[in-house]
């Protein structure tokens, strides 16, 4: 069974950093793209940012840009999220997911890890 686990989500302020963490099980983790995806209240899902399988390249959204850092281990499985000066507008749920980049081809989902940007 496909399983993907988000962890290090909490309450941050302004300005502050949260790194997000995303255990995968259940298939061959290294053979995977990998996408981060958020839900801000009220809104949609966006996408945040994308690895391929062996972490050679990556994609971000504008909004993110200069800011989020996607990385991957494979060796441990986990996908990570490294979240620097962050805004009050990237309060959201975020989740990882399995495949690259647009939304409706992502086929497996993790259940999501709250971040929230307030002081």
């Known amino acids: 069974e496909v399983q993907l686990v988000e962890s290090g989500g909490g309450l941050v302020q302004p300005g502050g950093s949260l790194r997000l963490s995303c255990a995968g099980s259940?298939?061959?983790?290294?053979?995977?793209?990998m996408t981060w995806v958020r839900q801000a209240p009220g809104k949609g899902r966006e996408w945040v940012a994308a690895?391929?399988?062996?972490?050679?390249?990556?994609s971000y959204a504008d909004s993110v840009k200069g800011r989020f850092t996607i990385s991957r281990d494979n060796a441990k499985n986990t996908l990570y999220l490294q979240m620097n000066s962050l805004k009050p507008e990237d309060t959201a749920v975020y989740y990882c997911?399995?495949?690259?980049?647009?939304?409706?081809?992502?086929?497996?989902w993790g259940q999501g890890t709250q971040v929230t940007v307030s002081s």
């Open positions: 997911a399995r495949g690259w980049v647009t939304i409706g081809r992502l086929d497996y």
């Open positions: 259940g298939f061959t983790f290294s053979s995977y793209s």
């Open positions: 690895i391929t399988t062996g972490g050679g390249a990556t």
